[in-house]
Every structure is written in C-alpha cells, then in structure tokens.
C-alpha cells in the first residue's frame, strides 16, 4: 500500500493546540494579541505533531474498538499490548524489558512530573543538556527544584555535540540527584552515537544518579539511521527508566497514552501509587497505540523517506536564499534546528517576527528551548512539501524585506 503524504487537512474546528493554541503557547498571550494574518493564514510549523493523517490501520482498530461500544474503566489487563510493544522494540532496536517494568501515564510529561516529584528532594537538582524541551524545565519548576543545565557544543556545520567535561561537571554537583536525557535529543535532531551514550552512562554510573530517558522521538529517524535505547547501553542499571510512546510517530498526542518503563520495583510501585489516574488508561487509546506497533512499520518507513525529501528541500532552499542560515539536517526528528541570527543579527524575538512578518507560526530562542537556544528557529516540518514550500518562501521574503528596511 501506498500513503499519500501530500494530502492537505483542514484541522480548524477540532480543537487542536496546533491551530487554535499558538498565543497561549508561543506568545503567552489571549485572544487580544492580533497580527497582520488572521489564523487561517497563518503557515503553522511549530508545535511538534504533524499535518498528515494517522495511519488508516490505526484508524481502523479505533473504530473496532467503538464498535464494541462499551467504554468503561480500562486499564492494561492481557497480554496482547505488551506483545505488540515489546516486538517492536526488540525488531528495530535490538532491546526489549520484562512486561513486569512496564507502566502507563497519559503522556510522558505527566510522567516527567511525577518520577520527579518522587525521585528528586526539595533542594536537589535535575541535570540536563541545552537547549532542552521546554517541559524539562516545567518539570523542575513545577517540582520546585532546580535545574542545572549543559550547553551543547556547536561546530561549524551546526551539529551539535556533548561537552562532556562541563556534563560531569554538572553531575557531579553533590545535590544532581536526576539526569533527563533527550535519545534522540529535541531540538538538535541528534542521534546520540553508542560512543556518546556509552561515555554519558559512564558519567551517570560514576555519581550513582537516576536517569529518565526520554525516547519518545525514536522512532522518527533519516533512513539507514537507528535508535539505541539508553537501557541498552545500561543493561543492568537500576536507576534508569525509559519513556517511549507512539504518539509522535503516528500522530496521535491528543490520545494521551505513553510507555515508562521503570526498572527499579520500589520506584515503580510509588510511580503507581502515585499516578493520580490510578493506573487506568484510555480503552481506545490503548486500542491504537496496538495498532501502531502491530501493523504500522510500513507507513512508517514512508513517512521516513518523504520526512527526508522534506529535509532535503529545507537544505537546498536554505543554501540557495538564505546561504548565512546554519542548518544541518537532523538524525532524528521532524523539526529543523535552524541559525537564522545571522540572517537577523538584529531581531530578538524570532517566533514575533515571523508570526507578524511573514506569517508564519514557528518555536525558538532561549524563552521556548530552555538555554543556549538564542538566534535558533525550530521549524515542524511534519506537512506537506507544499505548504513547506510556501513556509520557506514567506520566511525567505520576510528577512530580505527587514534587510532592505
Ligand atoms: C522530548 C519530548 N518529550 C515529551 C514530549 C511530549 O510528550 P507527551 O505528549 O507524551 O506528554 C515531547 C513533545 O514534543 C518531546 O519533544
């Protein structure tokens, strides 16, 4: 079967973030905030889901799942879930986990509050490299506690890698009590190497600190690239959990359903006493997530080759119209990682300009990625090539029309 990746779908009138959510989100603003668009003329590239349809197979097995029309309490009783997960990981990454370890939260932010409000004291603090998810930094906010954060290193074609000197640094810090490391790493687009895990976990082990991995990107990678899960390089590491779900690569956040894979039984079972959905999930939630696993590999593999097409296009019309702009395409992820500041040394705020100038909706700078994110745009290229095209065309416009002024 082919999928078409190329279809345009009105999501207007379906109360999602994505079209309705942008001045909450990017601006921290109400409806009193206008622009020279109105939102349906805006191009949307920012918040991380995507403009293509969920797998019709998934689609599918939720309208089986309505069929059987009763839905009542639910939670994860047979066996069939575990199965359809556990494969998928041990086919395309070598590694799977004991049923006995796996849990539910209804995403892996409210997991990430959660395991630290357990893991992490009032005056201990949380590690992690920048720029990071904003949620990272929620998550220590909200838990009241510090976050001690690594800048990346950049080199000069925009590839982004670990300073590893300043990590340990940081992890050594006698109140590091919990590391969140992004595999594969938003916004970078990194696929962390077995080398750089392997050095990371030879860190962590070093000052006996807890670990969230955060994996939920793993799935969407160039092709001929593959994911090593952090446990895999942590076979027998107690203080380490994994967060994986499949909401990002098919599309379906809005079912709210994640994977958190803890190892250590006492963690685990606080994890549950504590989860404040006491341990019930989404009937049709769990019905697609199954379907994704069980069915799903072949979309995603063309999802992947047109992700790349999509990547290739951004290149080349950046090293065409906007030669200044540092990018290199990402490993992993379907967002662009892109330094516009040389295109706009002067212009501070990035996600104002472009929603005013060229009316485009996009996430960037230190306020949106944590730290060591200033001049960055992240740009959600999960659409199709068409309205990228006139994304790129408007950004292209914007800048040389502020160069000009
Ligand atoms: C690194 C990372 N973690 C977690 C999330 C969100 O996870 P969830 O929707 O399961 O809460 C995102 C969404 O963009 C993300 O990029």
Redo the contacts with the bound molecule.
């Keep these: 079967m082919t999928y078409h990746f190329d279809e345009i779908i009105e999501r207007r009138g379906t109360n999602a973030l994505n079209t309705d959510g942008f001045r909450g989100y990017i601006f921290h603003a109400g409806p009193e905030k206008v622009f020279p668009f109105k939102d349906e003329e805006f191009v949307r590239m920012w918040?991380?889901?995507m403009e293509f349809a969920t797998p019709p197979e998934i689609c599918e097995a939720m309208k089986d799942r309505i069929d059987r029309r009763i839905f009542g309490y639910s939670c994860v009783y047979t066996d069939d879930y575990y199965k359809a997960f556990s494969g998928w990981c041990r086919e395309r990454y070598g590694w799977s986990f004991p049923r006995e370890e796996l849990v539910f939260?209804?995403?892996?932010?409210?997991?990430?509050y959660q395991l630290a409000e357990i893991l992490v004291g009032p005056d201990e603090k949380i590690v992690t490299p920048t720029p990071?998810?904003g949620?990272?930094l929620h998550t220590a906010e909200y838990n009241r506690v510090e976050l001690l954060t690594s800048p990346l290193k950049i080199d000069a074609e925009g590839r982004f890698t670990i300073d590893f000197e300043d990590f340990e640094r940081k992890c050594s810090d006698p109140k590091a009590k919990l590391v969140i490391w992004?595999n594969p790493?938003?916004?970078s687009g990194r696929v962390w190497t077995e080398e750089e895990l392997r050095k990371v976990a030879a860190i962590i082990r070093k000052y006996q600190l807890w670990v969230i991995s955060?994996e939920?990107?793993c799935d969407i990678l160039r092709q001929g690239l593959s994911h090593i899960p952090l446990a895999k390089i942590m076979p027998n590491y107690p203080k380490l959990i994994t967060?994986m779900?499949a909401?990002?690569t098919f599309n379906m956040?809005g079912l709210?359903?994640?994977d958190i894979i803890i190892r250590d039984e006492t963690t685990r079972r606080e994890f549950c006493d504590r989860d404040k959905t006491v341990g019930f999930v989404n009937p049709i939630s769990v019905a697609a997530h199954q379907a994704a696993y069980e069915s799903c590999g072949e979309w995603l593999n063309q999802l992947r080759t047109y992700l790349d097409g999509n990547f290739r296009y951004v290149k080349d019309f950046l090293t065409e119209y906007l030669p200044e702009a540092v990018f290199s395409v990402p490993e992993a992820?379907y967002?662009a990682w892109v330094n516009i500041a040389p295109c706009l040394p002067d212009v501070e705020d990035l996600p104002d300009f472009f929603a005013n100038e060229a009316g485009v909706l996009l996430e960037g700078g230190d306020s949106l990625f944590v730290g060591n994110a200033k001049g960055y745009i992240r740009l959600n290229l999960a659409m199709p090539r068409s309205i990228i095209q006139t994304g790129m065309e408007r950004i292209r416009d914007a800048i040389y029309r502020h160069g000009k002024a």
Excluded: E, Q, R
């Design positions: 918040v991380a889901d939260s209804p995403g892996i932010i409210p997991a990430l990071a998810y949620y990272f992004c790493h938003n916004p955060d939920i990107h967060c779900s909401s990002k956040a709210m359903f994640s992820t967002l």
